[in-house]
């Protein structure tokens, strides 16, 4: 069975960083493209970042490039999302996914608050 958990959210200032983690158990990270999408209140689940099987590299949402960064953890099968310079507009729930055997899968979420 396919379980994502993310952690790391939190309450941060303007300008400040939190890095986000997504525990992955039933999958094997490195194997399959890992998502982080975000969810602002009244808005549509919007991507955020990628990154793909393998060693076949990384792709962001234009507002978030240059800011974020998607990396991974092989022996602790765990997809971070370090991000700095945050700004209020990406206060949001952080979600993690992975389509596996036709099949999406979703953490629970981890609530982001960039606010002074």
């Known amino acids: 069975q396919v379980q994502l958990v993310e952690s790391g959210g939190g309450l941060v200032q303007p300008g400040g960083s939190l890095r986000l983690s997504c525990a992955a158990s039933g999958i094997i990270v490195t194997n399959l493209h890992m998502n982080w999408f975000r969810q602002a209140p009244g808005k549509e689940r919007e991507f955020v970042a990628v990154?793909?099987?393998?060693?076949?590299?990384?792709n962001y949402a234009d507002s978030v490039k240059g800011r974020f960064t998607i990396s991974r953890n092989y022996p602790k099968n765990t997809v971070y999302l370090q991000m700095n310079s945050l700004k209020p507009e990406d206060t949001a729930i952080y979600y993690c996914?992975?389509?596996?055997?036709?099949?999406?899968?979703w953490g629970q979420g981890t609530q982001v608050t960039v606010s002074s």
């Open positions: 996914n992975v389509f596996f055997r036709g099949n999406g899968y």
């Open positions: 990154i793909r099987s393998g060693g076949s590299g990384t």
